[in-house]
């Protein structure tokens, strides 16, 4: 046991035990990571009922439930996938594979056969259904763990947001979120990644300035327990001396990434009302 909870591994730490309650559930949650590996044990119907299940058991905005999982399982699509996404090849072939999709086009319908218009902000639109959406897929993962499956989510398919609607047939109103992976894990033990300290993360009352040290020191714990990250864009940045979270963080986020994305949104009539069904 331990009192300092930024022993805890979440955060760097040697420990998994922290003080407090340790439900099944926050056993769950604090030693989930990502999976990457599965082995080919199918997931039954019934479990994969559980965890569709438990998906829509996360609160949803108004009960409005504005987000739709797509499960594929005809292997013409996931073959197109892995021709379109070949370096998340190891994803699209696990066991279960969904794409989470953001959907407006349900409300959308309903509001029209009720003879009624749609006249949501689009911005205010697109969050709520994002926020459903991310919901559900954290309820998912978490129902996951807790029966001894992996997962990993995977924006990769964003990468291509206009193939993604055309192969899954998406209607205006709905847009991709990321697919997420599932299987049971090749390997028990992978390391746990360590969070940044509750310190930079949880504010007390107002919102406070970024402690550059404590980015610092996150950023030294992430290589002492991960090793040294790959860094990111070295075709455009060169090798760094050292590569640190916060430098890939500064490196992505300079680069333009899925460019596709916001256009393809405005196709599906998400950001411009007057395209809007
Ligand atoms: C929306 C979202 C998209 C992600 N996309 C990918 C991806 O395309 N490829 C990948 O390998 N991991 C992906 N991940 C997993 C993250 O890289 C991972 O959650 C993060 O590095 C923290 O590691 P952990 O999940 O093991 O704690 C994604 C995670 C989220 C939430």
Redesign the pocket.
Known sequence: MTSNPSNHARYGGPEMAIDGPKTALIQTLLS???C?DFSDRVIDHQTKHLLFTAAQSAPTKSNLQQYSLIEIADPSIRQSLQQLFPS?AW?ISAPLLVVIVGDLHRTQQINAAKGHEFRWDAADAFLNASVDASLALGFMIAAAESLSLGS?????IRESTAAIIRLLELPKGTFP??ACAFGYPTQKHTT??PRLPQSVVVHQDRYQPVDMDAIHGYDQTLTEVMGEPKPRYPERYGMPRESTWSDNLARQTSVRERSDFQSSCEQQGLWRRDQMD
């Open positions: 989930r990571r990502s990457r998340v994803a990993c989510p995977i924006s990769t979120i990321c746990l990644s």
